[in-house]
C-alpha cells in the first residue's frame, strides 16, 4: 500500500479540523466504505502496522455530494473489518 493516497479533512464536534489519509474504500453489502488513517507526517508509509484507523460509510446528501458516517452497528464494523483485512492479505500477496 505504498501508493499516493487521498488527504481529506474533516471536522470534529468541536470544529477542529483533522487531516486524514484514505487508506482504501471498499463496499461490503451494497454500501461503501472509507479507511481512514490520521495524517502523520512522521509515519513511514511502507509500514502496514496500523494502530488507529478509523473506518466511514460513504452515503450521498441531498444534493448528491459524498458524506462519511460513523458506524455505530458493532457488527456492520465487524464485516467492515474482515473485508479489509482480507484486501490487506490479497494485496500482500
Known amino acids: 500500500m505504498s501508493e499516493e493516497m487521498d488527504v481529506i479533512l474533516l471536522y470534529d464536534e468541536d470544529g477542529n479540523e483533522s487531516e486524514f489519509e484514505v487508506v482504501a ?5 451494497e454500501n461503501e466504505y472509507a479507511i481512514l488513517l490520521p495524517k ?5 508509509p511502507d509500514v502496514e502496522e496500523v494502530e488507529e484507523a ?3 460509510r ?3 446528501d441531498d444534493n448528491g455530494e459524498d458524506v462519511l458516517v460513523g458506524i455505530e452497528d458493532e457488527e456492520e464494523l465487524s464485516m467492515v473489518i474482515e473485508a479489509y483485512e482480507e484486501l ?6
Open 40 to 44: 502523520d507526517e512522521a509515519r513511514d
Open 25 to 29: 474504500t471498499l463496499e461490503v453489502n
Open 54 to 56: 478509523y473506518i466511514l
Open 88 to 93: 490487506v492479505r490479497e494485496e500482500s500477496n
Open 58 to 60: 460513504i452515503e450521498q
